[in-house]
C-alpha cells in the first residue's frame, strides 16, 4: 500500500479541458501513453481534489496507466454528481473505449452507468459502489470491516464503557452508510455500554468540527472519537486544541481518535501520539486496480469470486456486480492487537502513507 488541491469549474466541453488542463487535472494534463502508438484510450474520472488521499489517487492514476500500457484522459467532478454526468459524456466524446470513476453519490449515478452499458464501454467503480446499475467491478475495500476495526480500536481502549462521537461521511454513499451501519452494529453487539452520538457531516470537514463541537459542550465526558475520512483530520485536532484536550495518551485527558484514510498526515500523528490509529484506504492500490480492470474489460477477460494474487478477495455483491475487496488494515503506534484486530506499525514501509516517491 502506497500513497496534491483543484478548484476548477466547467462550462462547457471545451473549456472543460482548457481549464482542467491548466489545473494539471484535465484530459490535456497528466495523460499517460499515446493514442497515436495504440494505446487503448481510457478516461478516469477524479472525484475531489480537497482531501490528500483523493490528490495521492490522482498522483498514482497517470503512472500506473503508462505501466498498464493506456492512454488516459482525466476529468475532476469535484464531488457533484451533475459534473460527473458532464465528465462523462466529455470522455466518450473523446474516443475512451472504458472509464474509470468514484461516484460520491451513489444513488444518483445509475442513468450514467446505463447509458455507458449500452454503448458497451466498460465501467470500473473505485472507493465506491453504485446503489443500483452494472459495472464491470468495484475496486474497493471492505467498508464494513473499517467501522469494525475503528469500533473494535475504540471500545478496547475504553474499555468497554463511555460515550464516543462518530463523524459520519456522507449517508447517500455506501462507503457513509457501511461505515456507520458496521459501527454501530459493532457497538452494540460488543460495547452495550459505551454511547455513540452519530453526526452526519456530508464528508464536510467544517460541520463535522462544529457538531463535533456541539456534542463536546454537552458531553464533555466524550473519550472517543470516530472520523470516517480524514476530511475531519484537522478540525477535530483544532477542537481537542481548543478545550484542552489534545495531549497524548499517558494523560488522562486523552480522547482516543480512530480515522479512516491512512493519509502521512495520520501515520505522522499516530507516531507523535495526537491521534491512535487509522484504516488504510490502499490509494495506490485503487489506482493500479481501477485500470487493471479497465485493461481487462477491454481484453475480454472475466473474472468470477474469489481470493487474488494480490492480498484481496472478489466477492459478487449481487447478480452481475463483482467487487475486488482489498486489504486495509488498522494501523497504530504500537502495531499489536486490538480486540481480536491486528495492526500493523505507522511506520510500517509498506503502507502507501509512508511513500516518499
Same mark, same amino acid.
Given at each position: 500500500?502506497? %500513497?496534491?488541491?483543484?478548484?476548477? &469549474?466547467? +462550462?462547457? $466541453?471545451?473549456?472543460? %479541458?482548457?481549464?482542467?488542463?491548466?489545473? @494539471?487535472?484535465?484530459?490535456?494534463?497528466?495523460?499517460?501513453?499515446?493514442?497515436? /502508438?495504440?494505446?487503448?484510450?481510457?478516461?478516469?474520472?477524479?472525484?475531489? /481534489?480537497?482531501?490528500?488521499?483523493?490528490?495521492?489517487?490522482?498522483?498514482?492514476?497517470?503512472?500506473?496507466? #503508462?505501466?498498464?500500457?493506456?492512454? %488516459?484522459?482525466? *476529468?475532476? /467532478?469535484?464531488?457533484?454528481?451533475?459534473?460527473?454526468?458532464?465528465?462523462?459524456?466529455?470522455?466518450? /466524446? !473523446?474516443?475512451?473505449?472504458?472509464?474509470?470513476?468514484?461516484?460520491?453519490? *451513489?444513488? +444518483?449515478?445509475?442513468?450514467?452507468? +446505463?447509458?455507458?452499458?449500452?454503448?458497451?464501454?466498460?465501467?470500473?467503480?473505485?472507493?465506491?459502489?453504485?446503489?443500483? @446499475?452494472?459495472?464491470?467491478?468495484?475496486?474497493?475495500?471492505?467498508?464494513?470491516?473499517?467501522?469494525? #476495526?475503528?469500533?473494535?480500536?475504540?471500545?478496547? #481502549?475504553?474499555?468497554?464503557?463511555?460515550?464516543?462521537?462518530?463523524?459520519?461521511?456522507?449517508?447517500?454513499?455506501?462507503?457513509?452508510?457501511?461505515?456507520?451501519?458496521?459501527?454501530?452494529?459493532?457497538?452494540?453487539?460488543?460495547?452495550?455500554?459505551?454511547?455513540?452520538? @452519530?453526526?452526519?457531516?456530508?464528508?464536510?470537514? +467544517?460541520?463535522?468540527?462544529?457538531?463535533? !463541537?456541539?456534542?463536546?459542550?454537552?458531553?464533555?465526558?466524550?473519550?472517543?472519537?470516530?472520523?470516517?475520512?480524514?476530511?475531519?483530520?484537522?478540525?477535530?485536532?483544532?477542537?481537542?486544541?481548543?478545550?484542552?484536550?489534545?495531549?497524548?495518551?499517558?494523560?488522562?485527558?486523552?480522547?482516543?481518535?480512530?480515522?479512516?484514510?491512512?493519509?502521512?498526515?495520520?501515520?505522522?500523528?499516530?507516531?507523535?501520539?495526537?491521534?491512535?490509529?487509522?484504516? &488504510?484506504?490502499?490509494?495506490?492500490?485503487?489506482?493500479?486496480?481501477?485500470?487493471?480492470?479497465?485493461? $481487462?474489460? %477491454?481484453?475480454?477477460?472475466?473474472?468470477?469470486?474469489?481470493?487474488?494474487?494480490?492480498?484481496?478477495?472478489?466477492?459478487?455483491?449481487?447478480?452481475?456486480?463483482?467487487?475486488?475487496?482489498?486489504?486495509?488494515?488498522?494501523?497504530?503506534?504500537?502495531?499489536?492487537?486490538?480486540? @481480536?484486530?491486528?495492526?500493523?506499525?505507522?511506520?510500517?514501509?509498506?503502507?502507501?502513507?509512508?511513500?516518499?516517491?
Amino acid at each position: 500500500m502506497r %500513497l496534491k488541491s483543484v478548484a476548477c &469549474s466547467i +462550462a462547457s $466541453a471545451v473549456s472543460a %479541458l482548457a481549464l482542467l488542463a491548466a489545473c @494539471g487535472g484535465g484530459s490535456g494534463s497528466g495523460e499517460s501513453g499515446d493514442a497515436a /502508438s495504440g494505446d487503448p484510450v481510457v478516461g478516469a474520472d477524479y472525484p475531489r /481534489s480537497d482531501t490528500d488521499f483523493w490528490n495521492s489517487y490522482i498522483k498514482y492514476t497517470p503512472e500506473q496507466a #503508462k505501466e498498464l500500457g493506456l492512454s %488516459l484522459k482525466t *476529468t475532476n /467532478s469535484q464531488n457533484d454528481i451533475a459534473k460527473l454526468t458532464a465528465n462523462v459524456q466529455t470522455l466518450v /466524446s !473523446q474516443g475512451v473505449k472504458g472509464l474509470a470513476m468514484a461516484p460520491q453519490d *451513489t444513488a +444518483a449515478i445509475a442513468p450514467t452507468l +446505463a447509458q455507458m452499458e449500452a454503448k458497451g464501454i466498460p465501467v470500473v467503480t473505485v472507493d465506491t459502489r453504485p446503489d443500483s @446499475g452494472k459495472v464491470y467491478m468495484v475496486v474497493r475495500a471492505d467498508n464494513r470491516a473499517y467501522g469494525e #476495526k475503528s469500533c473494535k480500536y475504540l471500545g478496547a #481502549k475504553l474499555g468497554g464503557k463511555g460515550k464516543v462521537v462518530m463523524l459520519q461521511g456522507g449517508l447517500d454513499s455506501i462507503n457513509g452508510r457501511d461505515r456507520t451501519d458496521a459501527f454501530n452494529e459493532c457497538m452494540k453487539a460488543n460495547y452495550p455500554k459505551i454511547r455513540v452520538f @452519530g453526526e452526519a457531516t456530508n464528508w464536510d470537514g +467544517a460541520v463535522a468540527a462544529q457538531k463535533l !463541537q456541539t456534542t463536546l459542550t454537552a458531553h464533555p465526558d466524550v473519550k472517543g472519537i470516530y472520523m470516517q475520512s480524514s476530511f475531519a483530520l484537522a478540525g477535530t485536532l483544532q477542537v481537542l486544541k481548543q478545550r484542552g484536550l489534545l495531549v497524548g495518551p499517558e494523560n488522562k485527558k486523552h480522547v482516543y481518535v480512530v480515522s479512516n484514510d491512512g493519509i502521512p498526515e495520520e501515520l505522522k500523528l499516530i507516531a507523535e501520539g495526537k491521534i491512535d490509529a487509522t484504516v &488504510s484506504q490502499p490509494a495506490d492500490l485503487y489506482a493500479k486496480y481501477a485500470l487493471y480492470y479497465l485493461k $481487462a474489460a %477491454l481484453d475480454g477477460k472475466k473474472f468470477e469470486p474469489g481470493k487474488t494474487d494480490h492480498d484481496s478477495t472478489i466477492v459478487r455483491v449481487r447478480e452481475g456486480l463483482l467487487e475486488d475487496q482489498l486489504a486495509a488494515p488498522l494501523v497504530t503506534a504500537d502495531g499489536e492487537t486490538h480486540d @481480536g484486530v491486528p495492526s500493523v506499525k505507522s511506520d510500517d514501509p509498506s503502507l502507501w502513507g509512508n511513500d516518499k516517491g
